[in-house]
């Protein structure tokens, strides 16, 4: 069976994003399933993934992002070791693999093993040529080259054993907002699908701002009422208790809105339920201490025009991202496709 062409790929990851951003009682049954497999993926927020997912597949995007697409005629197997923590995260990976000719192996992650399947077995219906380059494994072996997602604990157990291969290793990172003091309620409240979309699990969801020195928390937390509602989730719930708790026994300042904690903490990456925040005297400091941290940062949202390598966003925008908008900033393409030239 023959690889697909550029054409026939457009085709068919244009065709799933028809079937995604329309109502099927196929995806209603499945959005049930998900539920109970993982209690963190509620209808709500895999309805976001997918409708996120259905605007990345759009038909122009798709087009020109192919543009830098190579597809390989002798097709390598890439190990793929993919994430669980918000919905169809991995999804990404596997179109690169796809989009370039090759051939996926895919180990996934137990909090994402109904949905992603699910996706690409509909990706399968509509052009059946992608069957041969798509295989489930549990133990990955034989691969040629290796993009894994993990912790920064679980990335050094990757290097040891994949680090023979080409390979793309992930690491920890978040994202950050910087704040001017000019944003309007509008601003602040499209933040707050930066900071609670998916329960703020993703590595894009900002858990940490920085506010003008005296910047009135106030203007912070009055416009991010109409999020009220996550405290109603038992695990988001658990883990605010909890973190309030430990700041109320251990006497650490914190403001508290009834379902976000926000501490001044010069760390990054905030517990759940937790935002960090820090103060500053001029933007120079902010931008000087981003470029510092830009290997820990996946994102950085502001009104402010920014002088930084990291990618500046709208408010609102961190979890909708576009095709060539790659995780830690490596492009998977160019990978992908310096894989042709190489001998195994």
């Not at 693999?97 to 137990?110: D, E, F, H, P, R």
């Not at 023979?164 to 950050?176: A, D, E, F």
């Not at 203007?219 to 009422?225: A, I, M, Q, S």
Request: net charge negative; with cysteine.
């Amino acid at each position: 069976m023959p690889i697909p062409s550029a054409e026939q790929l457009i085709i068919a990851f244009n065709k799933l994003s028809s079937f995604i951003s329309k109502p099927h009682n196929e995806l209603d049954e499945l959005l049930i399933m998900v539920r109970n497999n993982n209690a963190w993926f509620t209808e709500e927020e895999v309805k976001k993934a997918l409708k996120a997912l259905g605007e990345m597949l759009n038909s122009e995007d798709l087009k020109t992002w192919f543009k830098d697409i190579e597809i390989s005629t002798s097709p390598k197997k890439i190990g793929l070791i993919l994430a669980g923590n918000i919905p169809l995260v991995g999804f990404h990976d596997v179109l690169c693999v796809l989009a370039t000719g090759n051939i996926a192996m895919i180990k996934l992650s137990s909090a994402d093993d109904k949905l992603l399947p699910a996706m690409l077995a509909k990706l399968i219906e509509i052009e059946p040529q992608l069957s041969r380059q798509i295989i489930y494994s549990e133990r990955l072996k034989d691969f040629d080259a290796i993009i894994a997602t993990g912790s920064n604990n679980t990335s050094r157990y990757f290097e040891y054993y994949f680090g023979k291969v080409p390979n793309i290793i992930r690491k920890n990172r978040t994202s950050v907002a910087v704040l001017t003091g000019n944003e309007t309620p509008d601003d602040i409240e499209a933040l707050g699908h930066d900071l609670f979309d998916y329960f703020g699990l993703g590595c894009r969801n900002v858990s940490k701002i920085y506010i003008p020195k005296n910047y009135d928390i106030k203007l912070f937390f009055e416009p991010l009422e109409k999020y009220k509602d996550i405290i109603n989730h038992f695990k988001y719930n658990n883990n605010y208790d909890y973190n309030k708790s430990i700041y109320l026994v251990n006497s650490a300042t914190h403001f508290d809105n009834g379902f976000l904690l926000l501490k001044e903490d010069t760390g990054f990456s905030s517990p759940l339920a937790v935002l960090y925040f820090d103060r500053y005297n001029n933007l120079n400091d902010v931008e000087h201490l981003l470029k510092e941290q830009e290997q820990n940062l996946q994102c950085v949202v502001s009104i402010a025009k920014l002088s930084i390598e990291n990618p500046v966003l709208n408010f609102g925008e961190t979890q909708h991202p576009k095709l060539w908008d790659y995780a830690d900033n490596i492009n998977t393409i160019i990978f992908l496709n310096m894989l042709i030239d190489m001998n195994f």
